[in-house]
């Protein structure tokens, strides 16, 4: 007799929500299941506080800059996800949940061998059907190396490298990929 094929169980959100505030490891949600995050190494880390600095100093007050511990809800055709970028930005005033925020203007996501091809497929998805949304950003910690990705050109790539200016038009940024990738290029 064969094995019956193997279906995890689904959870509600509001199940996942009451655990992970609870959980010492940070988990992602996708429509009902759920993933352990692993951590990250230390040229990830380096340059995903890179770009929270940049951010950071230089965003309007109404603005707010997040970084791999606060949660994106995406709610698109009847399914919910909850995932941790590892750099976000909202500002918008009525996205303002303790826990999780739902309006990002920019997401940012640092490439690595274990999240590449989510990055890239299953939450590009997700992540550009988000209305609120103006720019998608992948960068590569192993060379300088920045993709991003652009409501107003369909999600057209763009690419920048050692010497280029990145513009962030979401958040009216320019920022050298050589200021990014600084502690990176010397470690």
């Avoid at 340059?47 to 929270?52: I, K, N, T």
């Avoid at 826990?99 to 940012?108: A, F, S």
Wanted: glycine residues 2%.
């Amino acid at each position: 007799m064969a094995d019956a094929a193997y279906a995890p169980q689904k959870i509600a959100p509001e199940d996942y929500l009451v655990a992970e505030n609870e959980a010492a490891t940070r988990h992602e949600f996708i429509d009902g299941a759920v993933y352990a995050m692993t951590g990250t190494s230390d040229r990830h880390n380096m340059l995903a506080s890179a770009f929270l600095v940049s951010l950071f100093s230089h965003l309007p007050s109404r603005c707010q800059v997040f970084m791999s511990d606060m949660k994106l809800r995406i709610r698109d055709q009847g399914a919910t996800f909850y995932y941790y970028p590892d750099v976000f930005v909202s500002c918008a005033a009525d996205d303002r949940a303790s826990h999780h925020r739902e309006k990002p203007v920019l997401i940012i996501e640092v490439l690595s061998p274990s999240t590449d091809r989510i990055d890239r497929a299953e939450k590009f998805r997700a992540y550009t059907a988000v209305p609120s949304l103006l720019e998608y950003v992948l960068a590569e910690p192993a060379l300088p190396h920045v993709e991003v990705y652009r409501r107003r050109t369909a999600w057209s790539r763009e690419d920048f490298e050692a010497g280029a200016q990145v513009r962030l038009e979401s958040v009216d940024l320019d920022v050298a990929v050589d200021a990014l990738y600084r502690r990176l290029l010397s470690s």
